[in-house]
Nanobody, 121 residues
Framework: QVQLVESGGGLVQAGGSLRLSCAAS????????MGWYRQTPGKQRELVAT???????NYDDSVKGRFTISRDNAKNTVYLQMNRLKPEDTSVYYC???????????????WGQGTQVTVSS
């Protein structure tokens, strides 16, 4: 069993910053890709950023230059530093990990419970 616990969401004014964290726990052998997604009511969940185990990153164009994804492999934790926030960044943010539980098994995808980020204008 793997659990992903998110923290760091909240209310912030436009132009402000927030830092999200997502810590994974359980019988984890290794975590491969980690990422952040977001979803607003009535819309599909969309990719925000991903990071591979060796640190290669990928960002949606809407957050490039403002958000930074990072990870601490020793702590099984992924972070999302969000700067210069805009009202359109308001959403529920979900972390996503590709977790390998056994050497003989492929990675499995796990999701966090979601954390609300609200940016006021």
């Amino acid at each position: 069993q793997v659990q992903l616990v998110e923290s760091g969401g909240g209310l912030v004014q436009a132009g402000g910053s927030l830092r999200l964290s997502c810590a994974a726990s359980g019988s984890i052998l290794i975590i491969n890709a980690m990422g952040w997604y977001r979803q607003t009511p009535g819309k599909q969940r969309e990719l925000v950023a991903t990071i591979t185990r060796d640190g290669s990153t990928n960002y949606d164009d809407s957050v490039k230059g403002r958000f930074t994804i990072s990870r601490d492999n020793a702590k099984n934790t992924v972070y999302l530093q969000m700067n210069r926030l805009k009202p359109e960044d308001t959403s529920v943010y979900y972390c996503n990990d590709a977790v390998q539980l056994r050497i003989s098994r492929p990675s499995e995808t796990y999701w966090g419970q979601g954390t609300q980020v609200t940016v006021s204008s």
